[in-house]
Structures are given as C-alpha cells and as structure tokens.
C-alpha cells in the first residue's frame, strides 16, 4: 500500500502546489488600495475606502475626479467593462473564441462600434475632455496592476486598452438589455393579429384593467371576450410548443418611489430605487462618492456608478436625488419591406433603393478570422426570423439622440424642475426617471429621446414604402411626458400614463402591473413616512396579485378530487400558506406552479403557433393572464384547447401536472418551498472555466424571498441589482445595499463585502463609512 499512499501524496501535494501558484498569480493583480500612483491630474486626489470598499474620491474638479473614478474601475472592474463594450460592439468572440461567434454576428448588426465612434463627434469640448480624462485613468489603472486582472490570466488574453468611444458602447450595451426585443415582439404581434380575427387579436392583447396603477390617475376598460367562435388555431392541440413559456414578468423589473416633504419629519422628499436587472458576480453597480469643487464651491455626489462611464448614474447630490427604472415603452417598429426579385433593392416613398452593404471582420480567439456581409436599409438593419419575410429594424438606438452624457448634468441640479428640464436632452435608454430634492417636492418624467411616429399602428410591422408610416424625429421638450405636485409618485414597468401622451410611447411590453399597484397601496398606506418605511416596501413579498389563484385552486380542490388524486397533503399545504414568497412557504409554490401550469396549458397552442414560426409567445407585449381569467369566468367549453371537456379538467390538469414536476424536480412536496424553487444564482461567467475553484467565484447558492409581481423582485439570476432610499440633505439616515461587493477580484476583501447584508435585508449606510484605506493619485513631474 505504499505505492498507494505515495500517489495520495504526491496528488495532494502537486494540489497544494497549484493551489499556491494561482493564490500568487491573482495576489499579483490585486488593486492597490493603499500607498501613492502618480497620475496624469492636475493636483493630488485621494481615493478613500470604508470597510466594505465604498469609494470616496476627493479631487480638485470634475476632470480629475473621472480620473481617479477611471483609475479604480479598471482595478475592480476591468473584465466587467470590457464584456460590456465587447456585447455591444459584437466583439465577444476575440475573448471567448468560437462559442462566442454565433452572438457577435448577432451583435454587428448593429454597427455600434462605428456609431460610438460617430457620438464622439457630437460632444462639445468639456465632455470630449472629460471622457478622455476618464479613459486615461482607466489605462492608467490597468498599467498599474502587477498582473493582468485574473479572468484574462484564464482566457490566456491580454486586456486590450480603454479608448474613448467605449464608454459610448457600455451605454448601448444597456440598451441591449433594457430594449433588446429588437422587433421579436413586434414579429409575434404581427403573426397574431395575421392568424385571428380582429376582435379576438383586440381581446387577447389588452392591457390589464383589474392591476391599474398609473401616475397620472387614468384607467383602461376591459376588452369583454367577443361572442364569435373561438378561433381554430388557439384551439389546435396538434402541434406541441417545446417552449409553452408565457410573457410574463420573470425578465423584467424595477421599481422607485417618492414621498414629498409634506410626509417626512426633515422635510425633505425621499427617493427609493431598486433597480432589477441580472444579477452577477461582480454586480452592475459601483458604489463611490465624487468630492470636487467648481467655480469655488465644494461639489459632492453620492451613489451609484457602471464602470465603464464616468457618471453617478444614480444617487444624491444634496440638493437632490434620482434614480430610475426601464420606461418599458416602445422604441423600436419592424417596417416591412418589398424587396426586388434579386433581393438586392427595397421599395421606398422615392421608389427603388439599393440595399447598403457593411463588411465586418470578426475576430476569433484561436481561429481565424470571420468576414460577415450586413445588409441595411435607410430605416435601419435588414432582419428576418427563421423564414419570415424581409424586415428592417427602426429603432432608437441607431439615431444620433441615442447616446451623449447629458445625464451627468444631474450631478449640479438643485431643484426638480432643473432635473426634469434635462429629462429630454439625455441620450440613454427611455427611462422614468424620479427626482426628489431636499425643498420636499417630488417629479417624474421620461428620460431620453422620444421619437415622434406616424403610424396606424406601434405594435405589428408595416409597409412603409408609400410614405404614409414613418418616423417624424423626436419630440421637443415642451412634449415630454412629465409630472410635478404629487405627495406620492411611483414607477414599475407598467402603464404610467394615459391618454395623448400613452398613444405617443406605446408599449413595449408593459408589466402587469400588479407590482405597481402593491407599491401604490403602501405608499397611500403612509400617514408619514421615512425611510426605513420606504425600504420596507422594497423588501414587500406579499403575493397580492396570486390571491385569486388561491381562491380558485381551493376551489377547484372539492372533496371528491382531494380524495380521488389523493391531494390531502397538498392541500394542507395551501391552507398552511402565509401567501408570501417566502423561502419556507410550500404553499406559494404550489399556487404559482398551478398558475404557470394553467395558463401554459390553455395557451399552448397559440405558443405552438407562434414557434412554429420562429416566434415565441413570451415576446407578446400583453401578459395573457387577463384574457385567461374572462375566459374562465365566462365558462364558455369551446374556448379551451381541443383536449378538454371543461374548465375543471384544464384546472385539474394543472394541478397534477405542476404537482408532479415539482415532486419529480424536489423529490416530495414536503421539499418544495420556495427557497428550493427560488435560490441564488449569483455567479461570475467564468467560474464554470476553472475546475474545482469554480463555485469559489460564486455567491453562495441561498434561498431567496421574492419574486415576480410583487415590490421584491428576486429570482435566481435575476432582481434588485441595488436598493437605494435616500432624502437629499439628509444622507446620513440612507440606504444603499449591492447583491455581490465593489471588487471583481476574489482576493479582494471587498469581493463579497455587501453580501450578505443584501440577502438578509440589512439596510446599509448611504454614505461611506469611516475611512479604511487610502490612495493618493499625484500629478506626474
């Protein structure tokens, strides 16, 4: 047995040694946080750090504090920045290699490298500098590293350097993920009203008229199920979806809220944002503080930054605050188009037009070289689905409004009339913006470009080549949609306003609108508020909107189907249920699987429909819970799918079939709460590259509270990316909590530092805290 014990220990001791060499390579990219750089600034700026890693920069003026803001994201974040710039720029595969190939060829048809380029014409010459400040800081701090940053050392890459229009791609990275539809909604509309009359097309895509919550007070009508035949292809069991998965809001979020003056003992009005987006390691935010003066007056800014852009995206000034959710309107149309027989021209309002073409080079990490040949059209990229016909996209991404830093003016507001004075002038994705300042008053606005549209219709493509469908420019600013005045205001995703202004924004695919609404009802609940009150309705996992599937799952469970299926436990569990996603609730679990169930069950051939071509039926921009439930209450048997007799066996049939799934998925009922259903998937894109270590990368795999349609949005991978409640003037009592913590490194102490107190709901500080470390960046010479 010695040769045994001797392979035991030479393993382990060849473990040890590999173990040890990869501990020194990361220690030798470690950020510094401690010590003296010099640095291309014009006096020495300091970057403090608290326990936790919050940056506090103090600087001179703006210039050198985008500088030194530069110079600690390369050391935290570079590989963060760099994927962001790479996705929007379709350059993901000259890190990734050939598995990245198929989404860069995606990703070039948006030639967003080439219109980042273009934006930096358009800056004045204050920003141009700013932003080259910005990037030289950045260069600076990704030269200061002993060693590459880690993700790279596994790539066996070389981080490239940071240039100018970058921070130009990181803000069309997240239009990407804020607008990325890219017409697929408007495709599956389109296959839906060609597919059903118009009567059904109106009451199967309506808006919700029971989960109403808009700023403005205005309501919408239900549309009443029409009385002509169910249509035959929503009846079809022929064919089977691979995907039954509905639009819903498992890929959607964010919330914020205000309360005015008139409510808060210090008489300031206080912002709560939490923003929902995917959750990684690291996350979207960087805390830091900006300390600067101008024209002989101390400037300070607090609150969150995306590394790869210079700005506080959103926080506190002290004379106001902001922040912001996903506007979830519609900025994008699919036009259709009449091409020639060659397929080489379009028809326009001026008649034949030649298609442009763009050659782009692809560059593939071990192989080489991928040329691609990309059509475009005077409204934007040629797209097609699978075999549908030829479309170009029209979206606001492409036009020159899209990007600027426009937004960094918030940083010297005072009032919120001043910030929503710079609403329209912004070049971000259309966001709903809040504003709070320490005067108590409170405004919301859209923020960003609003384009101005001729169209019969926003939601399905349309032939734009007699002129008579087009885009008309953009609104002026007197026409942005903007509120003032209200004691309470509130966003989440859903219909914010009526009327006129509605009919100008569309819907791109609204939420419910349940979540909105639970967030409403505690606001109006507050006589008084501060803001742990508001910080308590971010962690609100109430499941308001499941009620009437409780109610109907009772229901449909009668003595005889308990008895008969043997659902006696099952049962048990929902009347033990404390109707909250809660991570020791079975009861929520079993509600929500039934709903998910019944709804897939009903709709399933209308998914099969639109699969079938090369569409999905979670890409509709109305959720059809509405027209399930007025389909149900009506009882007609003729609108259910072919394989039903009537209602109660499609209910049956959900309950056994979620039933099943999560016995077959937890092992027994008894295991299936929601923390089982809902844990942390928090985790770094690289971690599944490095055997053994990988799951050190991660977060842990925790059960978590939450869920879709209520204030608490979390999902494995997915929810509140920060929770921020803030009164400007009054920063010392706020809040601001990220899932993961400010460094990308894991042998940073800062790696995890807000963990844990993101998942159990401990509300840290606004501000820094008492100063830990500190860096001095001094003027070269």
Same mark, same amino acid.
């Given at each position: 047995m010695n040769w045994y014990k001797w392979i035991i220990g030479t393993v382990v001791a060849f473990a040890a040694l590999a173990a040890l060499s990869l501990y020194s390579l990361l220690y030798l990219s470690l950020p510094q946080y401690d010590g003296e750089q010099q640095a291309n600034i014009s006096r020495t700026a300091r970057l403090e750090r608290d326990g936790t890693g919050y940056l506090s920069i103090h600087a001179a003026n703006r210039n050198d504090a985008a500088y030194a803001l530069g110079f600690a994201h390369a050391q935290e974040r570079f590989f963060q920045m760099d994927i962001l710039r790479r996705n929007a720029a379709g350059e993901l595969a000259a890190l990734f290699g050939e598995r990245a190939l198929e989404a860069d060829r995606n990703l070039r048809q948006h030639r967003f490298r080439a219109r980042a380029q273009q934006a930096l014409n358009l800056l004045s010459k204050p920003e141009r500098k700013l932003l080259s400040d910005y990037r030289s800081g950045v260069n600076a701090g990704l030269t200061a590293l002993s060693l590459s940053p880690f993700e790279y050392l596994l790539l066996q890459q070389t981080p490239a350097p940071w240039q100018d229009e970058d921070a130009f791609l990181v803000i069309y990275s997240m239009y990407l993920d804020l607008q990325g539809k890219l017409g697929r909604d408007d495709y599956a509309m389109t296959l839906l009203q060609q597919a059903v009359p118009a009567q059904w097309y109106a009451f199967l895509q309506q808006h919700s008229a029971t989960w109403q919550a808009a700023l403005d007070g205005s309501t919408v009508q239900p549309v009443a199920v029409p009385d002509t035949a169910y249509p035959a292809v929503l009846r079809d069991d022929s064919l089977a979806c691979n995907s039954c998965q509905l639009h819903d809001a498992a890929d959607i979020g964010s919330n914020n809220?205000?309360?005015?003056?008139?409510?808060?003992?210090?008489?300031?009005?206080?912002?709560?944002?939490?923003?929902?987006?995917?959750?990684?390691?690291?996350?979207?935010?960087?805390?830091?503080?900006?300390?600067?003066?101008?024209?002989?007056?101390?400037?300070?800014?607090?609150?969150?930054?995306?590394?790869?852009?210079?700005?506080?995206?959103?926080?506190?000034?002290?004379?106001?605050?902001?922040?912001?959710?996903?506007?979830?309107?519609?900025?994008?149309?699919?036009?259709?188009?009449?091409?020639?027989?060659?397929g080489k021209r379009y028809l326009t309002p001026d008649g034949w037009r030649a298609l442009q073409y763009y050659y782009e080079t692809i560059k593939v990490a071990g192989k080489p070289d991928q040329t691609l040949k990309l059509a475009e059209t005077m409204w934007g990229p040629l797209v097609r689905f699978g075999s549908s016909p030829a479309y170009a996209l029209r979206w606001v991404a492409y036009d020159e409004v899209a990007v600027n830093f426009k937004l960094m003016q918030l940083e010297l507001a005072n009032t919120v009339q001043q910030a929503l004075a710079i609403a329209p002038k912004a070049g971000i994705p259309v966001q709903n913006l809040l504003v709070a300042d320490s005067q108590g008053q409170i405004g919301w606005s859209l923020m960003g470009p609003v384009p101005m549209r001729q169209l019969s219709d926003f939601d399905i493509a349309q032939d734009w080549s007699s002129g008579e469908q087009r885009w008309l420019g953009y609104i002026d600013a007197a026409q942005q949609p903007q509120l003032t005045g209200a004691e309470r205001l509130w966003t989440a995703n859903s219909r914010m306003i009526g009327g006129d202004a509605d009919e100008l924004i569309g819907n791109g695919g609204y939420d419910l609108g349940a979540r909105g609404w639970q967030i409403k009802q505690g606001l109006d609940s507050l006589m008084q508020a501060d803001e742990q009150a508001l910080h308590s309705i971010q962690l609100d996992n109430r499941a308001m909107m499941l009620a009437p599937w409780y109610e109907l799952l009772l229901n449909t469970l009668t003595t005889d189907t308990v008895t008969k299926h043997q659902l006696q436990a099952y049962?048990?569990?929902?009347?033990?249920?404390?109707?909250?996603?809660?991570?020791?609730?079975?009861?929520?679990?079993?509600?929500? %699987?039934?709903? &998910?169930?019944? !709804?897939?069950?009903?709709?399933?051939?209308?998914?099969?429909? =639109? /699969? +079938?071509?090369?569409?999905?039926?979670?890409?509709?921009?109305?959720?059809?819970?509405?027209?399930?439930?007025?389909?149900?209450?009506?009882?007609?048997?003729?609108?259910?799918?072919?394989?039903? %007799?009537?209602? &109660?066996?499609? !209910?049956?049939?959900?309950?056994?079939?979620?039933?099943?799934? =999560? /016995? +077959?998925?937890?092992?027994?009922?008894?295991?299936?709460?929601?923390?089982?259903?809902?844990?942390?998937?928090?985790?770094?894109?690289?971690?599944?590259?490095?055997?053994?270590?990988?799951?050190?990368?991660?977060?842990?795999?925790?059960?978590?509270?939450?869920?879709?349609h209520m204030p608490r949005v979390q999902r494995p991978g997915f929810g509140q990316s920060q929770r921020m409640v803030v009164a400007p003037g009054q920063e010392h009592l706020g809040i601001l909590t990220i899932p993961a913590g400010q460094s990308g490194h894991p042998l940073s102490p800062f790696y995890r530092a807000d963990h844990q107190y993101w998942l159990n709901e401990v509300a840290l500080p606004f501000l820094p805290g008492e100063k830990k470390y500190q860096l001095l960046l001094t003027p070269q010479g």
């Open positions: 809220f205000a309360v005015a003056g008139s409510l808060t003992a210090h008489g300031s009005a206080i912002l709560a944002d939490d923003m929902h987006l995917s959750i990684r390691v690291p996350g979207t935010w960087y805390k830091a503080q900006l300390n600067w003066r101008e024209a002989g007056e101390l400037r300070t800014v607090t609150g969150l930054t995306l590394p790869g852009a210079p700005a506080i995206v959103a926080g506190s000034n002290g004379n106001i605050a902001w922040g912001f959710t996903n506007s979830t309107a519609d900025w994008h149309d699919l036009v259709a188009l009449q091409l020639s027989e060659d049962r048990q569990h929902l009347v033990n249920s404390s109707k909250q996603a809660a991570i020791d609730d079975i009861g929520y679990t079993l509600v929500r %699987a039934f709903r &998910q169930k019944a !709804l897939e069950l009903q709709f399933a051939p209308l998914s099969a429909y =639109l /699969e +079938q071509h090369a569409a999905r039926s979670q890409d509709l921009k109305y959720a059809l819970e509405t027209p399930f439930w007025a389909l149900f209450r009506q009882g007609r048997t003729d609108t259910l799918p072919a394989g039903y %007799a009537n209602w &109660q066996a499609l !209910l049956l049939d959900a309950i056994l079939q979620s039933k099943q799934q =999560l /016995e +077959q998925k937890n092992g027994s009922l008894n295991d299936s709460t929601w923390g089982a259903e809902n844990q942390a998937r928090i985790q770094h894109p690289l971690a599944s590259a490095v055997p053994l270590l990988g799951d050190w990368l991660n977060m842990p795999a925790t059960p978590l509270n939450g869920d879709s």
